[in-house]
């Protein structure tokens, strides 16, 4: 803003060089990156973000159920934390369960619950797949939304860089050909300097 603001003040001085001119377009067109480009770049990932997202939603939960298990025995603590298990509010504690998968089918194993009472005989909620086998909880919609979210946002921070990145480089490549042609004119007329007779 500076570089549009200082070449419009100063667009009639004799002392503009072209490169300010130059300069200042690249400021605009950065600008207008910034201003248009990068929110639609954010908006479009996040957008084919949550579609993807959804969908997987709606297949985890076509996939999977709640079914109700019998409490053995406490587990130790070994599990590590499942990403698709983020929406849940309450501490998952490890627990030996049984339960019958839809065709009659005794099972039991290690799983997590939230439930308060995890005492042997307690009844708690668990997820299993279509085949009564133990599986993480699904994803809700309004966690992929905000998965979505954060990744247009990211999309955004991103192209805001490399746009910012890219202004600083055109704008230090033009800076380093001004020192260049500079170094060469002072090549050319420095060894006359102040000479008698040589014009200068």
């Known amino acids: 803003m500076r570089a549009l603001t200082g070449v419009w003040r100063w667009r009639h001085n004799p002392l503009r060089r072209a490169t300010d001119t130059l300069e200042a377009w690249v400021a605009l ?5 910034l201003v248009v480009a990068a929110p639609a770049l954010g908006w ?3 957008s ?7 969908e ?5 939960q076509a996939g999977r159920r709640l079914t109700t298990a ?7 603590r070994h599990f590590t934390t499942d990403p698709e298990a983020a929406t849940d509010r309450g501490a998952q ?3 030996v369960a049984r339960w019958h998968a839809p065709d009659g089918t005794a099972r039991s194993a290690t799983v997590t619950t939230a439930a308060r009472d995890t005492t042997a005989g307690a009844q708690v909620r668990i997820w299993t797949d279509l085949a009564g086998n133990p599986a993480p909880r699904p994803m809700d919609a309004p966690t992929a939304r905000t998965h979505a979210a954060l990744a247009g946002f990211g999309a955004t921070m991103t192209a805001v860089l490399l746009i910012e990145g890219g202004r600083r480089l055109i704008v230090w490549r ?6 260049e042609r500079l170094d060469r004119a002072w090549a050319e007329a420095g060894p006359d300097w102040g000479r008698t007779g040589t014009g200068s």
């Not at 067109?29 to 990156?33: G, K, P, T």
């Not at 997987?56 to 985890?60: G, K, P, T």
């Not at 033009?174 to 020192?179: A, N």
């Open 44 to 46: 479009f990932c996040g």
């Open 70 to 76: 019998v409490v053995v025995r406490p587990a130790a």
């Open 48 to 54: 084919r973000a949550d579609d993807a997202l959804q």
């Open 56 to 60: 997987s939603v709606r297949a985890q």
């Open 174 to 179: 033009m800076v380093q050909r001004r020192y």
């Open 29 to 33: 067109v950065a600008l207008l990156l």
């Open 93 to 95: 504690t490890p627990v």
